[in-house]
């Protein structure tokens, strides 16, 4: 299974540009995190993934096919995100049932061993479950679902500390038994971050990057100490982040920061660390002055 985007453009209309030359290449059974500020364009990207929406140019392929309006590939990704059950008067166990019917991998069985572990009512009609138990039901057709490609956008929205900590076990738990690409978009990255495999930022409609997350953490290096060690250790490169606290300075590195130089830095008194990909997040999507 692989999911590749070339020259992707894709626009709402004649004049909302969203997705802007996206490239990249998805050929394994991971877990890739996909972030991106409001309005990034996650959503829409995941949307063409999921074959809600065609590209305007360039193209999606997923093993070598458009996923628009092609029922075979269409059976092979879920698109799971915030449903809207307002008026959905079946309750859960009855979808789960059609799921079962029309979701070729669907295991029905897993499902019910879900709904009994995340405490969900199987008998009241979804509309009437409150938001998080809504978002759980969601969770758990995504997860039995199966598909080699399941996608979560933002599926967590009111689910409790606990429930999400479930989810992430269960999700961790269903990617050892049965691996498969499986694509997270969220805002809760220091909450999720130790799930991914991979990172894909988008910013302003374009990929910003498409890392390892242990490659990408390997490049965000923080130095603190004084003005002068920390300049001289900087000089020349990319500083993404700088804050002066008295006559302490500290900045966020971002490139390769060898361990040669990170030892000479210590041996000038500079406390070396590493930037998290929530910090790295916030830097790297930050909007120009
Ligand atoms: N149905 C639509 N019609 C017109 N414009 C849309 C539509 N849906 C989204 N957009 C616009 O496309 C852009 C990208 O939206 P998208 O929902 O893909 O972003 P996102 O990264 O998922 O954002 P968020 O994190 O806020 O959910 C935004 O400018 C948004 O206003």
Redesign the pocket.
Known sequence: MNIVARNLNFA??RH?H??KDINFEINEPKIYGLL????????????IIGSFREPTSGELLIKGEAPFENAEVMQQVTFMYSKDFSSETENAKSLLKDSNRYRPNFDYDYALQLAEKFKLDLKKPLSKLSKGKQSIFNVIVALASRTPITIF??VYLGMDAPARDLFYKELLKEQELHPRIMIL?T?LVSEMDYLFDDVLI?KD?KLLLHESYEELLSRGVTLIGSKQAVDTFSNGKDIIHHEQLGDTHSVTLYGAFGEDEKQRAKQQGLQVGHSSLHDLFIQLTKEED
């Open positions: 709402y209309g909302e969203v997705l991106g500020r409001n309005g990034a364009g996650k959503t829409s990207l995941l949307s956008d933002e978009s805002h988008i409609g």
